[in-house]
Each structure stands twice: as C-alpha cells, then as structure tokens.
C-alpha cells in the first residue's frame, strides 16, 4: 500500500471516528428524532445509518435511510421541503440521534402539515385518535 493511500484511508477512519459512538441496530440503523430548531416542536422521526449521517454531515441538508425504498432518502428531494441542520446530538445511551433543524416551507409530512405527529389520543370518550394539526398544503400539489 503506498504511503498516500494509507493516509488517505487513516484520514477517512480519523473523519468518520464520530460515527463509531453511535449505537446501530442488527441492520445498521438508529432511531432519529427530528425538531424544529426555532419552535422545539417534535416535526418527524426516520431512520438513519452511517451513509445517510455522513451525507447529512457533508450537505448540511438531512439525509436518511428509507426502509420502504431501501436507498437513502434526500428530505425535501421530491417536495422541496428540505431539512437544513443546524444541530445533531446523540442520547446518553448513544442508541438515538436528535436532528435540530430548519423546516424549509414549514412543512415536514407528507400529508402536507408542519409535521408528523399530527394526531393526539383524546381518552375523554373512550381511546380515540383526533387529528390536531391542519394540512398546510395539499400533497398532490406538493408530490408530483
């Protein structure tokens, strides 16, 4: 191995060293809670994995790991409704990321509201799902 390529792959392990903290599951995957950094609101949860965190590290935009499509999944890609970060923590266990970030467009679901907890159990009159949140946006305007 010459002494370039060498250093080059002790520099990427060096550069990728804040990765190794993190706890995945058996499919290299950690739970990632998403805020809005000027209102605290809890707007979405997704996966992530060590490509999608280091594309989120490199753009500065979220990038994730969608298991449905089973690729990464650039936020905002077909909405437009990009997630800038402003922040990433880890728990205290290392097993959880928290992504504090700038909703572009204020929207983060893709049923078109701010976010993704949008429905509250009312147990007033038995258990019940009631939706809280209005649609900001229709989704097939959004989703073309």
């Given at each position: 191995m010459s002494q370039v390529s060498a250093n080059g792959q002790a520099a990427a392990a060096a550069?990728?060293?804040?990765?190794?903290?993190?706890?995945?599951?058996?499919?290299?995957?950690?739970?990632?809670?998403?805020?809005?950094?000027?209102?605290?609101?809890?707007?979405?949860f997704a996966f992530l994995n060590r490509e999608s965190l280091r594309e989120t590290l490199r753009t500065g935009n979220a990038t994730y790991w969608s298991r449905s499509r089973g690729r990464l999944w650039r936020k905002g890609e077909e909405s437009g409704h990009v997630q800038r970060v402003r922040e990433i923590r880890l728990d205290c266990d290392g097993d959880v990321v928290l992504l504090r970030v700038e909703q572009v467009g204020g929207i983060a679901c893709h049923t078109g509201r701010e976010r993704c907890f949008y429905r509250r159990l009312d147990t007033e009159n038995g258990a019940r799902w009631i939706e809280t949140d209005p649609v900001l946006k229709d989704p097939e305007s959004i989703y073309k």
């Open positions: 550069a990728d060293a804040w990765l190794d903290a993190i706890v995945y599951d058996q499919n290299g995957l950690v739970p990632g809670i998403v805020q809005e950094v000027l209102t605290n609101k809890v707007i979405m």
